[in-house]
């Protein structure tokens, strides 16, 4: 049998086997990011890298996957 290889929804790249659908470190940086949006919404994508250190294009796939909404932790469910 072979085994199943997950892949991150955000970075792409593989990981262990797991309940979420993203790896462990873009699942910390997707919550930083989020909690910084909260607390300053009306900030532009360059404050939120620079604040956050997380690269523009991963709050970009951020957007896109729609992460930034309160979800459960990149499970797909809202």
């Not at 072979?2 to 593989?14: A, D, F, G, Q, T």
């Not at 690269?55 to 499970?75: A, F």
Request: glycine letters at 6%; proline letters at 6%; a positive charge.
């Amino acid at each position: 049998m072979s085994s199943i290889v997950r892949v991150c929804r955000l970075c792409k790249e593989p990981m262990k086997n797991s309940p979420f659908m993203m790896c462990p470190d873009c699942l910390i940086e997707s919550d930083k990011v989020r909690s910084f949006i909260a607390k300053n919404p009306l900030v532009s994508l360059t404050e939120i890298s620079q604040s956050t250190n997380v690269p523009h294009g991963k709050i970009r796939e951020m957007v896109k996957l729609g992460i930034s909404k309160k979800n459960s932790y990149g499970t797909g469910m809202q």
